[in-house]
């Protein structure tokens, strides 16, 4: 091969390469793409690991639903007195607008 | 060129909330702190838990189901007692605070009621039915076996006349509190003058006039809403203890110096027959400071003294 068409040929390709910018700019796109699927795939896997699945065991006994991981048991609160939950009330802004007398309550 | 308003309007804090049966609203300025609105609810609660015979706890729950003995209470028990004492005096009992038993009778606790009850059981029940039974020693009361007390017709307004007397310790001079719409305190002072308070026609979903209210209470008893209904007709929640049979009439409206005066005297006056009314009020005028109207059951408008009325 005479190093004219060598030359040429390597011209060709190279302009092939650079000299289409919509090919050049396909290509880097297609690799960002790909970059963030893998990061988020990643992510994915980070997140599934922080929650567990845990299984109810059925007491054919007691016929009760019963969870054997001990932190997930029901706490007795003892005698609680829910008056003293009572929510506040809600407290509204006004001006001195007529009042109604009623029997209705 | 729009002018701007020349009222500068008074903003107030105000808080609604579920006690005695019924909606209390508190609304005092807005320059004091919401702290104050709960101080208010909370002293509304202590009373009701401490004096309401329908909370398990109170003392004339306790009076209640230690009939026939002698139970030990506070002061203000025996304040009270002895008030609705005088007033079932004066109205020669048309009024008297051991109607439990026949408000029971008469099924208002009861969700379906057939029928009236019968002649025979209400002459039996009158005869529990006797404010002079209920004995008096020191700091001890007694009450008969089968007697029962209801505090229904004052203790809300006993404890609106306590969060008055707070309010005004803590230096509020302008505010109102309306209890359920049968309670209606209102403060006034140099700056604010009035409220005004709407008054329910008796029968129509309209208003029947409007007063100014200013330092007193407004206590209104009525039956538009609070009745019972036996064979498709209304029955009044309010009875005439000394017939044992549901009043009549449609509305009395009274202004007093203490709500729990004002409330006591209007269920008072609601169970007088109408006829009887200019002859009670001077009886009760002798002895308390207040001024009231009736309206009867033909939508007649008896008054005595009250100057307040305004068309609406």
């Not at chain 2, 030990?72 to 051991?98: A, N, R």
Request: contains cysteine; proline residues 3%; aromatic residues 10%.
């Amino acid at each position: 091969m005479k190093p004219k068409h060598l030359f040429l040929y390597l011209l060709g390709i190279a302009l092939l390469l650079f000299g289409n910018r919509d090919l050049w700019d396909e290509l880097q796109e297609s690799w960002e793409k790909e970059k963030k699927q893998k990061a988020l795939a990643e992510a994915n896997k980070d997140v599934e690991k922080r929650f567990e699945t845990q299984r109810l065991q059925y007491d054919s006994i007691s016929k009760t639903w019963k969870n054997p991981t001990y932190y997930f048991q029901i706490v007795n609160l003892g005698n609680l007195n829910f008056k003293a939950l009572k929510k506040k009330g809600h407290t509204t802004v006004e001006i001195d607008d007529d009042e109604n007398a009623s029997d209705s309550l | 060129m729009t002018k701007m308003p020349q009222t500068a309007y008074k903003h107030y804090i105000a808080q609604t909330r579920f006690l005695f049966h019924c909606h209390i609203k508190v609304k005092i300025p807005a320059t004091y702190p919401e702290a104050l609105l709960n101080d208010c609810f909370a002293m509304l609660e202590a009373i009701d838990l401490q004096y309401n015979s329908y909370q398990e706890d109170s003392l004339f729950h306790q009076i209640n189901t230690n009939a026939g003995q002698w139970v030990s209470v506070d002061e203000v028990t025996i304040s009270l007692l002895k008030q609705t004492i005088k007033i079932s005096e004066l109205t020669h009992g048309s009024y008297d605070i051991t109607a439990m038993p026949l408000i029971r009778l008469w099924g208002f606790y009861k969700e379906n009621i057939a029928q009236i009850p019968t002649k025979e059981a209400i002459q039996n029940c009158l005869t529990q039915v006797d404010f002079s039974k209920i004995q008096i020693d020191g700091n001890r009361v007694k009450i008969e076996e089968h007697q029962e007390l209801i505090t229904g017709s004052f203790i809300k307004a006993y404890a609106v006349d306590q969060v008055i007397a707070m309010l005004k310790a803590q230096g509020v001079t302008d505010a109102i509190i309306n209890a359920g719409g049968s309670t209606i305190y209102a403060l006034t002072d140099a700056f604010h003058e009035k409220w005004n308070i709407h008054i329910p026609h008796p029968k129509k979903e309209t208003n029947l006039a409007k007063i100014p209210l200013s330092n007193r209470c407004f206590s209104l008893s009525a039956c538009k809403h609070q009745f019972i209904a036996i064979e498709g007709k209304k029955y009044s929640h309010i009875l005439n203890t000394n017939t044992g049979y549901p009043a009549a009439n449609l509305q009395v409206g009274l202004l007093s110096d203490s709500a729990c005066l004002g409330d006591m005297l209007s269920t008072a006056l609601f169970g007088i027959e109408a006829k009887n009314f200019q002859e009670t009020i001077q009886r009760l005028q002798k002895v308390f400071n207040f001024e009231a109207y009736l309206i009867d059951e033909n939508q007649h408008l008896h008054q005595h003294n009250f100057k307040s009325l305004l068309p609406c």
